[in-house]
């Protein structure tokens, strides 16, 4: 089956800095790929998500996400982090209606 | 369009007592599923539905059941709660499996003593 490991359970940067979240997988043919984020006390909701039509995939919020097969990653970046980005992210991957989240980052935006 | 709702949005069981988790969605999405959340765990799928009438089991499905009669609703029963099944338990729907994005609901926090 396949699954998804996110390097690191929390990341912290300061307010203007880079975000990177690290999202690798493990699957024997490329699967779906999405990214979620969740606010306190909700639901979760998507950011973005690779379907094979191309590499770098761009989402709400200002977020995008590289598809790099080679080394089996989905990693998460945005250029500029606001205050309203805290939350915990998780990396998901789907192959025949076998959805697999990763343990989750929890993000904290230092003012 | 309410979207997803999960009712009830607190509930705490005794060990041994069964309960019914409710989901209801009003998007006449065919692909419905269950998640519990545990911390530093992630989401694991329990159950999933790609349409009235069929679900299948996910990644724990151990200790529930579900049933789908209907394309709006998705009701997942706790047949005898044990205090491992304490967690958050969420329901999902997208248009269908696959690709398609998935609408989460509120969530149900459920505590087994």
Known sequence: ?111 | NAGVTQTPKFQVLKTGQSMTLQCAQDMNHEYMSWYRQDPGMGLRLIHYSVGAGITDQGEVPNGYNVSRSTTEDFPLRLLSAAPSQTSVYFCASSYSAGSYEQYFGPGTRLTVT
């Open chain 1, 1 to 111: 089956a396949q699954s998804v490991t996110q390097l690191g359970s929390h990341v912290s940067v300061s307010e203007g800095a880079l975000v990177l979240l690290r999202c690798n997988y493990s699957s024997s043919v490329p699967p779906y790929l999405f990214w979620y984020v969740q606010y306190p006390n909700q639901g979760l909701q998507l950011l973005l998500k690779y379907t094979s039509a191309a590499t770098l995939v761009k989402g709400i919020n200002g977020f995008e996400a590289e598809f790099k097969k080679s080394e089996t990653s989905f990693h998460l970046t945005k250029p500029s982090a606001h205050m309203s980005d805290a939350a915990e992210y998780f990396c998901a991957v789907n192959l025949n209606n076998d959805m697999r989240f990763g343990a989750g980052t929890r993000l904290t935006v230092k003012p």
